[in-house]
């Protein structure tokens, strides 16, 4: 059973716009952490934003920040004054604190910049 | 400052000859994790190491097999690699403080 849901396959954003990207999951744990992972063309892949579930503010780095809902098990991402060099695939993930130590990837996201 | 280093970067091989692929790390981290990229799909995992702790995803081919000499380093061999083993390998480290972090990836090509 997919445990992380990622519904949208592609999006497109005009620069300087803000986009968000969904993302869904299902966990009977109450100790986890959750990821939005970015990688680009170059295929490295590189951590965006990270959100521990005790928290229950919202994470924020930069023009990034996330919208964690607990309850819902929803956790998207908004991308404010959207850049060219945001353009990638944006995968969310979790990570089940002693469950498994395992990293579960959503299918992932490519959003699209449009100058 | 590379936190996760992956050597080589791009590996070509034949058709069933041995290739091994490495991973080290300067994070001291317990878990290191081998994912397997294909084009435009989500990694897949194919082992994790919690310190020496082995753990084999069930769908992970018997062809594949890791190696973690210790803390810093961890070795992915692919014993008779096919066609459809060329992929893009990608090494991760994590600890529960600090979170995950990828290396830049191993791009197998099998001729």
């Known amino acids: 059973a997919q445990t992380v849901t990622q519904s949208q396959p592609e999006m497109s954003v005009q620069e300087a716009e803000t986009v968000t990207l969904s993302c869904t999951y299902d966990?009977?744990?109450?100790?986890?952490?959750l990821f939005w992972y970015k990688q680009p063309p170059s295929r490295q892949m590189i951590l965006v934003i990270r959100?521990?579930?005790?928290?229950?503010q919202n994470a924020t780095e930069n023009r990034f920040s996330v919208n964690f809902q607990k309850a819902a098990k929803s956790f998207s991402l908004k991308i404010s004054d959207s850049q060219l060099g945001d353009a990638a695939m944006y995968f969310c993930?979790?990570?089940?604190?002693?469950?498994?130590?395992?990293?579960?990837f959503g299918k992932g996201t490519r959003l699209h910049i449009l100058p | 400052d590379a936190m996760v280093i992956q050597n080589p970067r791009y590996q070509v091989t034949q058709f069933g000859k041995p290739v091994t692929l490495s991973c080290s790390q300067t994070?001291?981290?317990?878990?290191m994790y081998w994912y397997q990229q294909k084009s435009s799909q989500a990694p897949k995992l194919l082992f994790h190491?919690?310190?020496?702790?082995?753990?084999n995803e069930a769908d992970t081919p018997d062809n594949f097999q890791s190696r973690r000499p210790n803390t810093s380093f961890c070795f992915l061999d692919i014993r008779s690699p096919g066609l459809g083993d060329a992929a893009m390998y990608l090494c991760?480290?994590?600890?529960?403080?600090?979170?995950?972090?990828f290396g830049p990836g191993t791009r197998l090509t099998v001729t």
């Open positions: 991760a480290t994590s600890s529960f403080e600090e979170g995950t972090y």
């Open positions: 966990t009977s744990e109450s100790d986890y952490y």
């Open positions: 959100q521990e579930a005790y928290k229950q």
């Open positions: 993930a979790l990570y089940r604190v002693n469950r498994d130590d395992k990293i579960i």
């Open positions: 994070l001291n981290h317990n878990v």
């Open positions: 190491y919690y310190d020496k702790d082995f753990n």
